[in-house]
């Protein structure tokens, strides 16, 4: 994913950020014996820089939290989602669906300026950069206004409802989430890669002789992943303003590069499986509580609104594994898949395959898919599922049979296929597979059968797995 270039930590060459603020005056200086007054301090506002040069110029201006970037352009808010010593960000964007391109003005100065000093040559630093407590975006739809503001490091943004204007245009998108749901709160919950931006529940008021009247709102999310309000009665004579909330981000990993590459939100409850390279993962009634290789596979699962652990694993050997399938039947039992390169991955007595690649060299990432139970402390089942060159399984899906199924890609000439299958051999480099595993492991420790895998004429490109679909078990049969 692209990198939004404005971050400036890291450079090789002096980089300097000067924030220059005028000060609040609270009263005279207390003399030094004197006892000591809690004086209370207005809340910093969030400061929106205009951007002159500072980052990309498709951005109009910047803000910066420590847990959230955002850069805002005329077709969307770019927020990178930030985590304690990991240099990389989530990138998710929230955009309007159908409203108008517009650019945002800077509303509210503030007396401080930036100062981007970068590198010895004067001519390209960048400085005296203004700065603004509110950001417009004006007339993104008829009779609305998109307004940003923050207190206390919270973003804020609301929507600035014109008499008459209708609240149903509203709609917003979250491009680059992995999941979006609401928890029983009804707070708005987008997870992007083991990242969480929480929305909690919206307030929505009219002004009313100087005093604020609540209107009920709501969040709704959509079957195609579209979010808009559900608005109450109220005065459409007079303006309306819904203020929604940017609170918090959840984050979840350790001191290393993680991923999470697959989130699924099932009977209340959030599941997460990646790859972790962290030491420091905070595991919790775990099968494997501490990593065995490089980077080793992990699944997680936590309650709904994502403040508590019900468990965190690992799941790995002495080389690098990643789980990039993850699925949870009814009874909370996960199913993953994914890649291994290590030779002591765990597996299961009587499971398909107990040995990478093959003929147990391990030279080339092999598959795997696993069954955790639903307390995450036992393998149902574990197996290898590959030949002696690269496999690959994107996905997993389970129906109601507990019947996993499985697409991927191979260069295995070897990959096991059954009598009856489409395309039992390899006619490209790589070719697409679809596996489906019956569930006899689930009744006894036998492993479960390779029931019906095939090639396919089709190769999705190595690099971008996050883009493989899965088909439903009833269609792959």
């Given at each position: 994913?692209?990198?939004?270039?404005?971050?400036?930590?890291?450079?090789?060459?002096?980089?300097?950020?000067?924030?220059?603020?005028?000060a609040?005056?609270?009263?005279?200086?207390?003399?030094?014996?004197?006892?000591?007054?809690?004086?209370?301090?207005p809340?910093?506002?969030?400061?929106?820089?205009?951007?002159?040069?500072?980052?990309?110029?498709?951005?109009?201006?910047?803000?910066?939290?420590?847990?959230?970037?955002a850069?805002?352009?005329?077709?969307?808010v770019?927020?990178?989602?930030?985590?304690?010593?990991?240099?990389?960000?989530r990138?998710?964007?929230?955009?309007?669906?159908?409203?108008?391109?517009v650019?945002?003005?800077?509303?509210?100065?503030?007396?401080?300026?930036v100062?981007?000093?970068?590198?010895?040559?004067?001519?390209?630093?960048?400085?005296?950069?203004?700065?603004?407590?509110?950001?417009?975006?004006?007339?993104?739809?008829h009779?609305?206004?998109?307004?940003?503001?923050?207190?206390?490091?919270?973003?804020?943004?609301?929507?600035?409802?014109?008499?008459r204007?209708?609240?149903?245009?509203i709609?917003?998108?979250?491009?680059?989430?992995?999941?979006?749901?609401?928890n029983?709160?009804?707070d708005?919950?987008?997870?992007a890669?083991?990242?969480?931006?929480?929305?909690?529940?919206?307030?929505?008021?009219?002004q009313?002789?100087?005093?604020?009247?609540?209107?009920?709102?709501?969040?709704?999310?959509h079957?195609?992943?579209?979010?808009?309000?559900?608005?109450?009665?109220y005065?459409?004579?007079?303006?309306?303003?819904?203020d929604?909330?940017i609170v918090?981000?959840r984050?979840?990993?350790g001191?290393?590069?993680?991923?999470a590459?697959?989130?699924?939100?099932?009977?209340?409850?959030?599941?997460?499986?990646?790859?972790?390279?962290?030491?420091?993962?905070?595991?919790?009634?775990?099968?494997?509580?501490a990593?065995?290789?490089?980077?080793?596979?992990y699944?997680?699962?936590?309650?709904?609104?994502?403040?508590s652990?019900?468990?965190?694993?690992?799941?790995?050997?002495?080389?690098?594994?990643?789980?990039?399938?993850?699925?949870?039947?009814?009874?909370?039992?996960?199913?993953?898949?994914?890649?291994?390169?290590?030779k002591?991955?765990?597996t299961?007595?009587?499971a398909?395959?107990?040995?990478?690649?093959?003929?147990?060299?391990?030279?080339?990432n092999?598959?795997?898919?696993?069954?955790?139970?639903?307390?995450?402390?036992?393998?149902?089942?574990?197996?290898?599922?590959?030949?002696?060159?690269?496999?690959?399984?994107?996905?997993?899906?389970?129906?109601?049979?507990?019947?996993?199924?499985?697409p991927?890609?191979?260069?295995?000439?070897?990959?096991?296929?059954?009598a009856g299958?489409?395309?039992?051999?390899?006619n490209?480099?790589?070719?697409?597979?679809?596996?489906?595993?019956?569930?006899?492991?689930?009744?006894?420790?036998?492993?479960?059968?390779?029931?019906?895998?095939?090639?396919?004429?089709?190769?999705?490109p190595?690099?971008?797995?996050?883009?493989?679909?899965?088909?439903?078990?009833?269609?792959?049969?």
């Open positions: 994913m692209t990198q939004i270039p404005f971050r400036v930590a890291g450079s090789v060459s002096l980089c300097v950020t000067v924030f220059l603020f005028a609040w005056t609270v009263g005279p200086l207390r003399p030094r014996n004197s006892p000591s007054v809690s004086v209370p301090t809340p910093l506002p969030l400061v929106f820089e205009r951007n002159d040069g500072q980052t990309a110029a498709d951005y109009a201006a910047i803000v910066r939290t420590p847990q959230l970037d850069a805002f352009r005329s077709d969307g770019v927020l990178a989602v930030k985590a304690p010593n990991d240099v990389s960000a990138h998710v964007t929230l955009a309007l669906r159908n409203a108008a391109a650019s945002p003005v800077g509303e509210a100065p503030l007396a401080g300026r100062n981007y000093l970068r590198g010895s040559d004067a001519r390209a630093w960048t400085t005296n950069v203004p700065t603004f407590a509110r950001l417009r975006y004006p007339r993104v739809y009779g609305i206004d998109l307004v940003f503001h923050g207190t206390e490091r919270q973003l804020e943004y609301d929507f600035e409802v014109a008499p204007a209708s609240t149903a245009a709609a917003l998108t979250f491009a680059g989430a992995d999941d979006l749901h609401l029983a709160a009804g708005l919950i987008v997870s890669r083991g990242r969480e931006i929480t929305q909690p529940r919206p307030v929505a008021y009219q009313r002789d100087g005093r604020r009247t609540a209107v009920p709102v709501a969040y709704v999310v079957e195609d992943r579209a979010v808009t309000f559900a608005v109450g009665d005065d459409r004579e007079a303006p309306l303003t819904i929604p909330m918090m981000t984050l979840f990993g001191n290393d590069s993680d991923d590459h697959r989130v699924v939100w099932r009977g209340g409850s959030v599941y997460v499986a990646g790859r972790m390279c962290s030491a420091d993962f905070p595991t919790h009634a775990a099968l494997q509580p990593r065995k290789g490089l980077c080793d596979a699944v997680a699962k936590m309650n709904g609104d994502g403040t652990l019900v468990y965190a694993t690992y799941l790995g050997g002495s080389s690098t594994d990643y789980a990039m399938g993850l699925d949870v039947d009814a009874s909370g039992a996960a199913y993953v898949s994914g890649l291994t390169s290590s002591d991955f765990p299961t007595v009587g398909w395959d107990r040995v990478c690649g093959s003929d147990g060299a391990c030279l080339d092999d598959g795997f898919v696993a069954k955790l139970s639903s307390s995450g402390t036992a393998l149902v089942y574990s197996t290898y599922l590959g030949g002696s060159s690269s496999d690959l399984l994107y996905a997993i899906a389970v129906n109601a049979a507990g019947e996993a199924v499985v991927g890609e191979s260069a295995s000439l070897d990959f096991p296929t059954t299958a489409p395309q039992r051999t390899l490209g480099q790589r070719d697409a597979i679809v596996t489906k595993l019956s569930e006899s492991a689930a009744l006894a420790p036998v492993g479960p059968e390779l029931v019906a895998p095939f090639w396919a004429p089709f190769s999705p190595v690099s971008a797995p996050a883009t493989a679909t899965c088909p439903s078990a009833e269609t792959a049969r």
